[in-house]
């Protein structure tokens, strides 16, 4: 089989690998049907990541279940399923208290699309090896498209995190989104659905901005802090400056997500943050936890993630369009016959 290997700065190819096997009865074989790239994996392409290459590519996906080992009872072959981003056994007392991007039954930080714990693979992959699929894979619900919910195993589901929780305890909560791609995007989509009070998005790219305002958000291409403005903040640009930007907008005990990979550094206001007493979160999500709340409000019909899709692309287009500027392209095979 291929799978996309990155192998210098805005290059990327195919590279001929084994199949892979069912290693045990808890794993599955799985085809990705609609792949996209994560925010973080422009910062990648561009050559900002702390990983150096060849590696294998990709951890957003929905697949086809092409093989079960046998014991495996939540989902069979034909089924389409989300694939979550790391790598999590749902056993140890980690994955029991939610916490899945921690799981210690596989090296700390273990994911697809890098090798930080150990070498699982990209999903931009003709075949994917599940090693905990009953775990791992979640059914994706009848009627929900495949290339919009492409990013569901961690973009989407971590948009949902970032803000549904906040607003279910604080409801009509002011919420400034300061934010490079899909990530801003899909957060602004999910807070007016679930009833934030005002959406503010932060953004230089004009057609962001516009797509924004179809989700109901005010929008501007740069903000000076606005004191006690907001009562949750999102930063999702990996740009210290403006993290520091959100944390100085939020109101008195306000909370702000970070959800940017942060490889270069900078200060932040931590006085301001004492003073204002703000609480700041800087996390890769526990996605497999958040991914069934996500998808059942995707299958709501309140929320349009397909609007941030900025482009469908077939499979064989990866090496070339990948490191091209998109918001967020999916790549397709047939799903007919996949």
């Not at 925010?39 to 702390?50: E, M, N, T």
Request: glycine content about 10%; proline content about 8%; hydrophobic content about 45%.
């Amino acid at each position: 089989m291929r799978e996309l290997t990155y192998v210098a700065r805005d290059t990327v190819q195919w590279r001929e690998t084994p199949d892979p096997v069912l290693g045990s009865g808890r794993e599955a074989i799985v085809a990705p049907v609609a792949a996209t790239s994560c925010d973080v994996d422009s910062s990648i392409l561009a050559g900002h990541g702390f990983l150096d290459p060849p590696f294998a590519l990709g951890h957003e996906c929905v697949a086809r279940v092409i093989e079960t080992g046998d014991q495996v009872t939540t989902v069979a072959p034909g089924d389409l399923v989300v694939v979550p981003w790391s790598i999590s056994c749902g056993t140890c007392d980690q994955c029991g208290a939610g916490q899945t991007a921690h799981c210690t039954s596989v090296p700390h930080m273990a994911m697809y699309g890098a090798p930080i714990g150990g070498s699982w693979g990209g999903l931009f992959s003709d075949l994917v090896r599940v090693p905990y699929a009953d775990a791992m894979l979640v059914p994706l619900p009848p009627g929900l498209d495949p290339v919009a919910m492409a990013s569901a195993g961690d973009n989407w589901s971590l948009a949902w995190r970032l803000v549904a929780p906040h607003l279910k305890n604080r409801p009509g909560a002011r919420v400034l989104v300061v934010a490079r791609g899909s990530i801003g995007l899909y957060v602004c989509d999910i807070a007016r659905a679930l009833g934030a009070g005002d959406v503010l998005y932060v953004d230089p790219d004009p057609a962001h901005r516009a797509l924004a305002e179809t989700y109901g958000a005010r929008t501007a291409a740069t903000i000076e802090p606005i004191r006690h403005g907001f009562d949750l903040a999102v930063e999702a640009t990996g740009r210290v400056g403006q993290l520091a930007l959100a944390l100085r907008s939020l109101a008195p005990e306000g909370f702000c997500e970070s959800a940017g990979n942060h490889f270069r550094p900078g200060e932040l206001p931590l006085l301001d943050m004492y003073l204002t007493g703000v609480t700041l979160r800087i996390a890769r999500d526990n996605v497999r936890t958040h991914i069934p709340d996500a998808l059942a409000l995707a299958a709501s019909g309140t929320v349009d993630p397909a609007r941030v899709v900025s482009q469908v692309l077939d499979w064989e287009d990866l090496p070339a369009a990948l490191p091209d500027k998109h918001l967020k392209p999916v790549f397709v095979h047939d799903l007919t016959t996949r």
